[in-house]
């Protein structure tokens, strides 16, 4: 799972008013290299939630973004790249995400999310 | 410092798996010898991760219905009914490696919509199945989700970002996405309001002017023959629905009993086999006319609408053992085995679409407009537009 994904995840648990962002419990991380799209990032930045993607990145050992960002640091080369590495270099393979509200375990494995409900939860 | 601690208490390594590119080298790499002794890792101060609430944000709206079928039902339309369980979910999960395999080719009208769509698009494909359409179009990101995990597990192996999720509840938060797509999904749903709700979300979860592509298979289908293969459900078992179903196909409130049909033998005339279910519902089909009475028999199908189909799939018995899930499957009357085919012959559950029928779902929508629809290789299709 990539952060990118991460920073789109939201706890749906019956009753949850916020579920976003997820913590995340981290077990194993995997770097993979991909190419960098400036469009991309571009197009995205505007969606993400800067602060979750930060503490996100702080927690599977990824400390170089800043607190802050604005769109005007998008000019900086610098600043993509390591937004990029952020956002899609880096997967945990292994965990959990937590709902924020219920601290409800959605495990993890292989890099696979599994954010299925059971019947109880709906 | 902060980043101190953070090395010490977190870890990654680099993983030669699943890709050719070189390594990134970063002051952080620990070699895997030292990684396997620090098997689990929990994140100290997992809660701080979690920020309070983002007051720009889209809230998820309350579940509406703008249908009547679920004011008698009692479970809401996120609870998964019996029938899909059965004939959709597990269904899927036994055949998951044999039906990649024939699921590669690219319906040029969905690659079509996808080449179209603006470099740096985020894609949200909802039901991907074994990712055929996932990063279709190199310019695009995608997302994938499907409720069938081995399934899910194709498209990870293949290199894709994806998701075990439900269609009728995506966990994603609104207006994420530059568009969507659900392609031969919204037909495996088996009530109406099941059917809005996945359409609500495909909306929701793109931003505002993303586009939501769906297609579903037509009861106008081209291939009249292929039909005849298919048994039409004509009662459903209240237990086996659960709740709400098809208002227009129940001719009573009181529940049906049903009874199971004795295995008839499959001929060159087309007549579909029977199959016997297990005690826990049983259902009634219909065998098809034979060859002469097709033509009048499909005429009086579709003036009844008959909407609900079980649609075979045949699982070689190779495939089966290799995926184990059939021995369970035959003994649960899940399955039946065709010797003469040298397969296991599994029933997926399908609500097909009559024309206007997507449009109808959306008529009530306030948020979207309909700004493409066609008919294509016996698939109904409409883009959707989210206006705000």
């Known amino acids: 799972m990539r952060l ?58 990824y400390a170089e973004l800043p ?31 937590l709902c924020p509200e219920t601290g409800r375990r959605f495990p993890v494995n292989k890099g696979i999310p599994n954010m299925l409900l059971h019947e109880d939860e709906v | 410092m902060i980043f101190s601690f953070l090395r010490a208490s977190r870890f990654f390594y680099l993983s030669a798996e699943n890709f050719s590119l070189p390594i990134v080298e970063s002051g952080n790499v620990f070699n895997s010898k030292l990684l396997s002794t620090m098997r689990e890792i929990k994140v100290k101060g997992a809660s701080s991760i979690c920020s309070t609430n983002f007051s720009d944000e889209e809230t998820h709206a309350p579940q509406t219905e703008f ?52 470099l740096g698009s985020l894609v949200l494909d909802a039901g991907c199945g074994n990712g055929k359409y996932l990063g279709l179009n190199p310019g695009c990101f995608f997302i994938g989700c499907d409720i069938s995990l081995p399934l899910i597990k194709i498209c ?4 894709h970002e994806v998701l075990v999720a439900d269609a009728v509840n995506l966990p994603y938060r609104a207006g994420f996405g530059n568009a969507a797509i659900s392609i031969a999904v919204l037909h495996h749903l088996s009530t109406e309001s099941r059917r809005k709700k996945a359409i609500e979300e495909l909306v929701r979860v ?29 009662e459903k078992y209240d237990e086996e629905w659960i709740g709400p179903g098809s208002p227009h196909e129940r001719s009573s409130p009181s529940s049906f009993k049903l ?29 098809c006319q034979s060859e002469e009475d097709s033509a009048a028999s499909d005429n009086a199908r579709d003036v009844n609408n008959q909407q609900e189909y079980f649609v075979p799939w045949h699982l070689p018995y190779h495939r089966a053992e290799v995926s184990g899930a059939s021995a369970s499957a035959l003994a649960n009357g899940l399955a039946k085995k065709d010797d003469k085919k040298g397969a296991v012959v599994y029933n997926r559950y ?39």
Request: with cysteine; aromatic share 8%; proline share 3%.
């Open chain 1, 67 to 97: 607190d802050q960002a604005d769109a005007s640091m998008l000019d900086s080369d610098e600043f993509l790249r390591k937004f990029h590495h952020a956002l899609l270099e880096l997967h945990l393979e292994e965990g959990a995400l």
């Open chain 2, 350 to 388: 399908y609500h097909v679409f009559s024309e206007g029928e997507l449009e109808r779902l959306v008529s009530g929508m306030e948020n979207a407009v309909v700004v493409d629809r066609f008919f294509d290789k016996s698939n109904w299709c409409i883009i959707l537009e989210k206006t705000s």
């Open chain 1, 4 to 61: 990118l994904t991460h920073n789109m995840l939201s706890s749906n648990v019956k009753g949850v008013t916020n579920g976003f962002p997820l913590g995340i419990e981290v077990e194993k991380v995997v770097e993979k290299q991909v190419e960098l799209s400036a469009d991309f990032l571009i197009n995205i930045f505007s969606k993400i939630e800067w602060k979750a993607l930060v503490d996100a990145s702080r927690a599977v050992g």
């Open chain 2, 206 to 234: 793109v931003k505002k002017g993303g586009l939501v592509l769906i297609t579903v298979w037509a009861v106008e289908q081209e291939d009249r023959a292929l039909v005849n293969k298919w048994t039409p459900i004509l």
């Open chain 2, 156 to 159: 990870a192996d293949r290199g």
């Open chain 2, 67 to 118: 249908g009547n079928d679920d004011q008698n039902s009692s479970l809401g339309v996120q609870f998964t009914p019996e029938i899909e369980k059965k004939y959709v979910h597990r269904v899927y999960d036994a055949i998951a490696p044999h039906f990649s395999s024939t699921r590669f080719a690219k319906w040029p009208k969905v690659a079509a919509f996808l080449s179209s769509l603006p």
């Open chain 2, 259 to 287: 009874e199971s049909i004795p295995e008839t033998e499959e001929n060159s005339l087309g007549h579909v086999r029977g199959f016997k279910e297990s005690s826990a519902g049983r259902l009634r089909e219909t065998t």
